[in-house]
């Protein structure tokens, strides 16, 4: 089974950054596309910023300029740097993936476990 692990999030103050990290474990032959995605409590979940694996992004309007996705193919991890970071910028995030196993030769969908994002003076 593929596993996805976040981590780095945590409390920050308005204005302050964060990094976030996932890393993909598990009988991996490729990843494709990998994302980021948030969920605020009461909230639909929504994407943040995604990224292929030939490394062009995609980012939603208000988080351009702020948010950079980027991956490391040889460490299958994906992260998310996060400046000027806002209180309705507070939210779960996940990572998410699109996978392609030896045992199963075909690409499927993958969520991490989601880690906590709180921006707050």
């Known amino acids: 089974q593929v596993q996805l692990v976040e981590s780095g999030g945590g409390l920050v103050q308005p204005g302050g950054s964060l990094r976030l990290s996932c890393a993909a474990s598990?009988?991996?032959?490729?990843?494709?596309?990998m994302g980021w995605y948030r969920q605020a409590p009461g909230k639909e979940r929504e994407l943040v910023a995604s990224?292929?694996?030939?490394?062009?992004?995609n980012y939603v309007d208000s988080m351009k300029g702020r948010f950079t996705i980027s991956r490391d193919n040889a460490k299958n991890t994906v992260y998310l740097q996060m400046n000027s970071l806002k209180p309705e910028d507070t939210a779960v995030y996940y990572c998410n993936a699109d996978i392609s196993t030896y045992l199963l030769r075909r690409s499927s969908d993958y969520w991490g476990q989601g880690t906590q994002v709180t921006v707050s003076s």
């Open positions: 990224i292929t694996s030939g490394g062009s992004t």
């Open positions: 598990g009988r991996i032959f490729s990843i494709n596309a």
